[in-house]
């Protein structure tokens, strides 16, 4: 039986915000929390991004829930020294437990720091890299490391939880799914795609664990809920490689002008029909998914909560 969890967006909403959400989806009954990790929203409508790692120590102290990033890029912007340090103090801090969710990162967060934005094919290398780095610094030993990518001296973290902090690697296509199934301790999609967790699991995943995440806008009106989530997250139908190479949310606000609310409407759950919402959950759990992340996109956060505490969990969390 899956697991249920909520995904706290950082790129809409601020810290104290995150912070009561958190508290409303334990309440709800909610059994885990991601949260994004992004130095810029996609689009200004979004409006937030605070800093995880501030965002998380928050987390550990409000809630008993297990927490994940979903997902950090180690890569580019922060060094994988520097993301081990915060993560292992991350799993210290939390009681639930916390997972490190990487990933090959986007431009939009990761060139500020202005550096060159690497093809998709070296930001696997670098992303295996530094997953490298990072699990040599989790089990407490001094690191001295030369590698392609990453340089390392007499790194030692000293504050460390009980077990190293689990690595869950994101792959939305097979090179990324291979790279996860070969060095992550669990895999991260975004789409109930039961071929991408075959391959997974197939390709040395086992049975590890495998989640993914959703977004849905709850509301009593569902065209404007439709309209919401066109306003806010209509960068999501966006094609192809766009999401990764544009450099700045001016960029995505051009590129989102090609995207209708048909194009929502179509692909997105919105307004406040259960059997739509349970649905949208249940694909990810036939395709194999072990935990599944779903985030509100509108407004009435304690109207969705409510919705799915009463109409939504029971029925997905029983299986009937």
């Known amino acids: 039986m899956p697991q249920y969890g909520y995904f706290l967006s950082c790129e809409q909403y601020g810290p104290a915000e995150l912070v009561e959400q958190a508290r409303m989806a334990e309440q709800a009954g909610f059994e885990a929390l991601w949260i994004s990790d992004h130095y810029h929203p ?38 994988p020294a520097v993301v081990a340090q915060a993560a292992a103090t991350a799993a210290v801090m939390s009681p639930g437990g916390f997972r490190l969710g990487v990933g090959t990162g986007e431009a939009l967060n990761e060139h500020v720091v202005g550096g060159p934005w690497p093809p998709a094919h070296v930001r696997l290398e670098m992303l295996e890299e530094a997953v490298q780095i990072m699990r040599r610094l989790f089990s407490g030993e001094e690191v001295n490391h030369r590698g392609t990518h990453y340089t390392v001296e007499n790194a030692r973290l000293y504050t460390l ?30 789409m109930p795609d039961a071929s991408m967790v075959e391959q997974y699991r197939k390709g040395g995943g086992g049975q590890k664990l495998v989640s993914g995440g959703t977004k849905v806008c709850y509301g009593t009106d569902r065209e404007e809920c439709v309209r919401t989530v066109h306003r806010l997250w209509a960068n999501e139908q966006l094609p192809g490689e766009l999401g990764q190479v544009l450099p700045s949310p001016k960029h995505f606000e051009q590129a989102q002008t090609l995207v209708t609310e048909d194009m929502v409407r179509d692909n997105r759950v ?43 969990l029971p029925q997905v969390q029983q299986g009937d």
């Open 161 to 190: 939880p009980d077990e190293p902090v689990p690595i869950d690697v994101s792959g939305f296509g097979p090179a990324a799914t291979k790279l996860a199934a070969r060095v992550g301790d669990g895999y991260i999609t975004m």
């Open 42 to 79: 996609w689009n200004d409508e979004q409006g937030q991004s605070p800093f995880v790692w501030s965002v998380i120590g928050a987390l550990s102290e409000a809630v008993s829930l297990p927490v994940g990033t979903a997902v950090t890029c180690p890569t580019v912007r922060t060094h």
């Open 270 to 312: 919105c307004g406040d029909d259960a059997d739509e919402h349970v649905a949208e959950l249940r694909a990810f759990a036939d395709a194999g998914f072990d935990r599944i992340y779903v985030n509100q996109i509108g407004p009435d956060l304690r109207g969705f909560f409510d919705f799915y505490r009463t109409k939504v």
